[in-house]
């Protein structure tokens, strides 16, 4: 993960959060599955799930969360948290896949002296597909 | 458009269902392995005492752990999809749409969660492949003091 950040650092709209690359693969998927007891058959039935038009058994929309959230927490490391966490998947991904999440910043808000920043932040496929996007916000903590 | 829900089905809307847990070192350390984080706040007690925390705690999406209801695999649809989007529509296929997360308590080991979940909303929209079924779903995630730790609104997409 490039770009971390410290608790006094200003962010500039604009800023770019770096990258952060996660590849999910079967074992992942049936793990997170298993975590959430989510037992639902597209998750670890290639049958099921291409008989349902999917291109394979897909990640979890809360893994995709999960690895949303994870970019955000390495950027701010100790100095915050991640408070808000908006997301939405446009196309399936599966195992095998390299999923990359980029952000930018795109407001700070000051709040019950509290830095909040928001950021818009992307998950894109190793074929430049956009596989979920939505808005991030981390709380940072006052020293 | 009009909504295509049939009035059982919008019946289900506000029917809260509650449930309760409580955190363990184990859940914490499984949820971090699934979601591949190998940040040692997780898993190491040494180190975590050492961070503004004091003590493990939970990642953010924690709660995704407890949100599902546990009920018994007879009680699933065929599919084995949630109960939380099985509501009485002619849908059948079912994938993840998105998610609003809220975060505010992070829960530590022996903390108690109390999970209060709802249906918020359901409505239909036009596709490119023909009528799609939305289901809001709400959870809330109280801890062992009736703080509002973390709060989930879901959607869920279903097919024809």
New interface residues.
Partial sequence: MENCLHVEDSVAMGTKLGKFVKKPDLKQIFMFSAITWNRHAIHYSRERAISEGLPDVVVQRALIGNFLAQFLDQWIKDVGDVQRLEWKVVRSAIPGDTLTCTGVVKKEIIENNNKLIECDIEMVNQRAETIAKGVGTVRFYTR | MENEISREALKLIGVEKQRKYVVTKKDIR??A?????P?PLYYDEVYAKT??FESIVA???FC??V??E?VS?EQ?PP????VEADVPIPAK????????????I?FKPGDTIVVKAKIKDLYTKQGKSGLLYFIVHETCFYNQNNELAAKET?TFIKRI
């Fill in positions: 499984r949820f392995q699934a979601i591949g984080d940040n961070t503004r990642p953010p999406l995704h752990s949100a599902f546990d695999p699933l599919d084995g999809s949630p296929r079912m994938v993840g749409g998105g998610s609003v997360f809220e975060n505010y992070r879901a």
